[in-house]
């Protein structure tokens, strides 16, 4: 199937989604697909046949993960540009390209994304609140059953021990009003917090009204900085945890003239679940058109369910070339206290035992994943092949600005901390100031990233054959799943008649699906498993049952030959 072959089967699909009104109830399936809209699959496609299109690379991970700090080193030399997200909420879309000059511009939540971040504010609240009214007055209940119960005990006990002082007996524990109701809104917060999208909403309005809900159409959506250093102080206002405009930054494109960035397009991406769902859709058509994407999990909790949530969304869904796990954080996994007494205190010893493990956890998964989902035991050996790229963005950053020692004490206390304790811990790798950066950039890893990525860089001339074919591949599976589903609503039918085989004739009024004729008919039948109605047309009619076992005839000899596109 060549380029323009895929969009007109995109537009095809879009078109009869439309015609039958079916858009709102196919969205969840098509979000949770990643399947693109037509208008970007062409933008994307010319892209890629575009000569001299730079190189996408994605970064997603989710929050504290040290996606930050990787890109501060990798990009930026170490100097601390892009503020790191304290929340979900302060994670935003940050997209890096080169340019001659310095520029940066920020989009701001349209009234749309406000009003469904509202929308979805009142929805939390009712549910809090009538969770807690439930929880108020079972624990009512249950108190006023517990005293009653507690004082005719107590009325038992007292007629044989009449001679015991009454103030004796043990006070009742009798929760107050107030501590009734703490304890529901304890427990209605607890059974919300696993619908995160939902609490996410509900936290970023919650900040949006702190900051007095300003008109976003005001904004001055550019920021004017003379160097990085000034610009990081002005990021602070839209992506920082405290910043000014931080509730209603949607994303943020900096273009600047970096050498690290020529040819190369970075999108650092927020983590999953984002309470803005047109910012998740920019993400994830974003992440689509990626050549190589970066999973960063911290080395210390390395691989968790949000972590394989992330790998699903971009290995199952998104067509892409190569994926990379990075273990970030390395110092902190050499720091615990099994891996010093492991190593005997020697460091590249501790790095080593470190990559093993890692390496080992994700082989374990990959061939579990291999096992349960064979038909893309490609994708999972690939990742097996790639490894784990266990790495440090703080030691590179540190490395950096070794020299500079003097300042850390005002501006970067953590630098001290941690070189304090890899100084304690590997007191041989950090004897001198040469060994000091030389295990700080051994620790970083940043020349196995960069490798990695000019590797790929070199087969950029396959990556627009590569992603057509992947999309390709996706959207025939996309098609035999819908066929799977319906042989399998056919065999119900023919399951169900054959159960309700009668002999006997009679007559009867009815309503008859008519299959629409023409190739959108037949299309929409065999596509559109999840619309019942889609492909038919009703008619009333009068019919005389002569044999209920005749539909089961005709529905076994349908299920034989079925039409597909």
Known sequence: MNAQELIKKSALIEKTLKEQGLQERAGPFISDNSVIKT????????????????LKVGIIGRVKAGKSSLLNALIFEGVEVLPKAATSMTASLTVLKYAQNLSTEVEFYSPKDISELKNEHARYEREFNR?????????????????????????????????????????????????????????AKDKLKDDTRLVSSHDQYEKMKKSGLLNTKNLDPCIQANSLEELNQKLLQFVGADGKYMPYTKAVRISLNNPNLKDLEVIDTPGVNDPI????????????????????????????????????????????????????????????????????????????????????????????????????????????????????????????DFNNQASWESKKEEYQVVLRNLTSAYPDAFNSVDKSKES???????????????????????????????????????????????????????????????????????????KQEGLFGSFKRNFLWWADDAGYDEVMSTRTVVKAGAVVDFLNHSSRNPKYL
Request: glycine content about 4%.
């Open 277 to 400: 769902i047109s910012r998740e859709e920019r993400t994830k058509a974003l992440l689509k058109d990626c050549d190589v994407v970066f999973i960063v999990s911290p080395s210390g909790q390395f691989l968790t369910e949000s972590d394989m949530s992330l790998f699903d969304r971009v290995s199952n869904k998104e067509g892409l070339q190569e994926i990379y796990f990075v273990a970030s954080q390395a110092d902190s996994t050499v720091l615990s206290m099994s891996e010093v007494e492991k190593s005997g205190q020697h460091l590249p010893t501790a790095l080593e035992n470190a990559q093993k493990a890692l390496s080992s956890q994700l082989n374990n998964i990959m061939e579990k994943l291999i096992q349960n989902y064979p038909n893309q035991r490609e994708i999972f050996e690939k990742a097996i092949k790639n490894g784990v790229i266990l790495a440090s963005g703080v030691c590179f950053s540190m490395y950096k």
């Open 131 to 187: 969770i807690v009214d439930e929880e108020v007055k079972k624990q009512k209940e249950k108190q006023s059953l517990s005293n009653r119960a507690k004082e005719r005990f107590k009325n038992v006990s007292s007629m044989f021990n009449r001679s015991k002082n009454p103030e004796a007996a043990p006070k009742e524990n009798i929760l107050s009003d107030e501590e009734i109701a703490k304890r529901a809104e304890r427990i």
């Open 440 to 514: 700080l950039l051994l620790l970083s890893n940043m020349g196995t990233i960069k490798k990695q990525i000019e590797a790929y860089e070199k087969l950029s001339g396959n990556i627009e054959i590569g992603f057509r074919d992947a999309y390709e591949e996706f959207i025939l599976h996309f098609i035999k799943n819908t066929r799977d589903g319906l042989n399998e609503t056919l065999t119900k039918a023919i399951r169900t008649a054959s159960a309700g085989t009668q002999n006997e004739e009679k007559e009867e009024r009815y309503t008859e699906r008519v």
């Open 39 to 54: 208008e970007e699959l062409e933008k994307m496609l010319k892209e890629m046949q575009a000569e001299g299109r730079d």
